[in-house]
């Protein structure tokens, strides 16, 4: 089958150990995430991709970039 691969880069802070594991839970703020919001935007984000037939996942978070792959397989 094929796979398409999309990727999103940030390279602002990265996303301590602790939280990486939590990050897709609802209302989830990291602990040093200094930004404001409710910590919703990745759990909807990953449940919209789930309902278009992909699977958002955190690739890396390190001192130089966070990564999120979203990949759609046939």
Partial sequence: GQTVHFSVTNSGPP???QDQERI???FHRG???GVGGMGLGLPIARQFATLIGGQLTL???NSE???FM???RE
Wanted: charged share 15%.
């Fill in 31 to 33: 602990t040093n995430s």
């Fill in 59 to 61: 690739a890396t978070s």
């Fill in 24 to 26: 897709f839970e609802r």
């Fill in 15 to 17: 996303i301590p150990m």
């Fill in 65 to 67: 970039k966070t990564v």
């Fill in 70 to 72: 979203l990949v759609f």
